[in-house]
């Protein structure tokens, strides 16, 4: 399967606790983005990154929140001190160069990483 | 920042019966994107829309590009249970990234 790979699929943790997702993106890719989706809701844009370098985060992206990528190849995100508003789906996607995107808006998706805080 | 909002929100048809969808903007937009998620997945792209008043295809779905660019409709023709998801209409809004609706919940009962 050379799509988008992200992992864990699920994780429940408890209030406080520190956690990790990893995002694998499609080879060819160098272009890495992380989106947010809580229930009912689009999926809300993070933080991106052309290579190893992080180009933009959203003001979502707390402090808490650290975003690496740092061979240009996988990424993760970590989420320290979690509270139970940061359960939600974790979104990766990965694409071309954005002057190849531009004429498509095409961004490859994984399956998601979904966060449960209890 | 720009907004984006689908209607309906949610919609529960028939197998067979056709369905529109439609987004609009507060701003002009220079593209118009739908995608669809089906449970437990990500999105998927399905239509991608550069010039206003454009109509296309992609299978049973069509999408046009409203001539005021703020606005633009998802029509699936004849649907089938696999039409079940969540579409999303996106724009980059001038940005390296996508912005996304907050979606339309389709279900089809056989």
């Known amino acids: 399967d050379t799509g988008v790979s992200q992992n864990p699929r699920h994780k429940i943790t408890k209030r406080g606790q520190n956690v990790t997702f990893r995002c694998d993106p499609i080879?060819?890719?160098?272009?890495l983005y992380w989106y947010r989706q809580t229930l009912g809701q689009g999926p809300e844009f993070l933080t991106y990154f052309q290579n190893e370098a992080q180009l933009e985060k959203s003001r979502l992206l707390s402090d808490r929140f650290s975003a690496e990528r740092p061979k240009g190849s996988f990424s993760t995100l970590e989420i320290q001190r979690t509270e139970q508003g940061d359960s939600a789906m974790y979104l990766c996607?990965?694409?071309?160069?954005?002057?190849?995107?531009?004429?498509?808006?095409?961004?490859?998706f994984g399956e998601g990483s979904r966060l449960t805080v209890l | 920042g720009q907004q984006l909002n689908q209607s309906p929100q949610s919609m529960f048809i028939q197998e067979g019966e056709d369905v529109s969808m439609n987004c609009t903007s507060s701003?002009?937009?220079?593209?118009w994107l739908w995608y669809k998620q089906d449970p437990g997945e990500g999105p998927v792209l399905l239509i991608a829309?550069?010039?206003?008043?454009e109509l296309t295809s992609n299978g049973r779905l069509t999408a046009q590009f409203g001539i005021t660019r703020k606005d633009s409709f998802l029509n699936i023709s004849a649907s089938i249970p696999s039409d079940v998801g969540i579409y999303f209409c996106a724009d980059t809004g001038g940005s390296e990234k996508l912005v996304f609706g907050k979606g339309t919940k389709l279900t089809v009962n056989p």
């Open positions: 996607a990965s694409s071309p160069p954005w002057f190849e995107v531009k004429y498509t808006g095409e961004l490859f």
């Open positions: 701003s002009i937009f220079n593209t």
């Open positions: 080879s060819e890719h160098n272009r």
């Open positions: 829309l550069y010039k206003a008043g």
